[in-house]
């Protein structure tokens, strides 16, 4: 609302005494005005100086086992700690333990361990360029990342990187007969090098190869199943499988489960990581 403006008369007599009333709403007028640019200003650096929201606290037992890893690394038991944040995986998905199962996993020697879990940890948290975690990223993140990429690339001068790709969605892959997912897989599997089984299976089709890997390669293993052959009903007719009337089908057995190689590649592993120690070991405290 503007406030109209008393203009001198034009023959240079003094203006008439304002009326109270009108002093008093020019100075309203005016007071509104210059605390306008003041309250936008504080509304603004309020919302800069707010703090990022905080990230919901870990159950107790949790807690208490990340502690426990910590007082694992500083005795140097690095295999163990490795195991520990491992379960924090499992129970969890923070992508912080995927970074540090890596991490412990490169300073073991375990390498397809540590090529596996760094590339995980990678994609759920993207680049500082194009992050998927917190973001602005801070220069403890950015070293953070840079140490993970150092250590998957030297990971990866020591194992084969098998990409396979299944005809039919959903079967069940296996390497050397271990599980490691259903198709189709997100992201490759490493193995040390040499010869392995590749094989998948979906109800009563399956198919296997043999593939060489090499130390530093790439290798695309491609396996298409068969059809599956029909199965007599109980009426005796025949029909396709999975039909009503058809007896059902015997779930496939499952190969030793992540549990089973952890524990040996622990065990094979408590020598280098006496070796080792826990010396230049860096693990994350944040996603």
Not at 63 to 91: C, K, T
Request: proline fraction near 11%; charge should be positive.
């Amino acid at each position: 609302m503007e406030v109209a403006k008393r203009t001198r008369p034009t023959n240079g007599a003094s203006l008439p005494p304002e009326p109270p009333i009108e002093t008093m709403r020019r100075s309203f007028y005016t007071l509104i005005y210059t605390l306008i640019p003041v309250l936008a200003l504080l509304m603004e650096s309020s919302a800069l100086a707010a703090p990022p929201p905080a990230e919901p606290q870990e159950p107790a037992a949790q807690r208490q086992m990340r502690a426990q890893a910590g007082r694992l690394v500083g005795g140097g038991h690095l295999a163990e700690a490795r195991d520990v944040h491992l379960s924090l995986w499992r129970v969890g998905r923070r992508p912080l333990d995927a970074f540090n199962v890596g991490t412990l996993s490169q300073r073991i020697r375990d390498y397809p361990a540590a090529a596996e879990y760094l590339t995980l940890w990678l994609g759920l948290v993207g680049s500082p360029e194009a992050p998927r975690g917190p973001a602005p990223w801070t220069e403890q993140d950015r070293q953070k990342h840079a140490q993970a990429r150092v250590d998957l690339q030297a990971a990866r001068e020591h194992v084969g990187a098998l990409e396979i790709n299944v005809s039919d969605p959903g079967a069940e892959v296996l390497v050397d007969g271990r599980r490691v997912g259903l198709s189709p897989l997100r992201a490759p599997v490493f193995v040390w090098p040499g010869q392995h089984r590749v094989s998948a299976r979906l109800g009563g089709a399956r198919k296997e190869e043999l593939v060489t890997a090499t130390a530093g390669g790439e290798h695309t293993v491609r396996l298409v199943l068969p059809a599956s052959p029909a199965e007599a009903p109980l009426d005796g007719a025949r029909g396709p499988r999975g039909a009503a009337g058809a007896p059902p089908l015997a779930p496939p057995s499952p190969g030793p489960g992540p549990a089973r190689r952890w524990l040996t590649v622990g065990g094979l592993a408590a020598t280098s990581a006496a070796l080792v120690g826990g010396a230049g070991v860096q693990l994350a405290t944040s996603w």
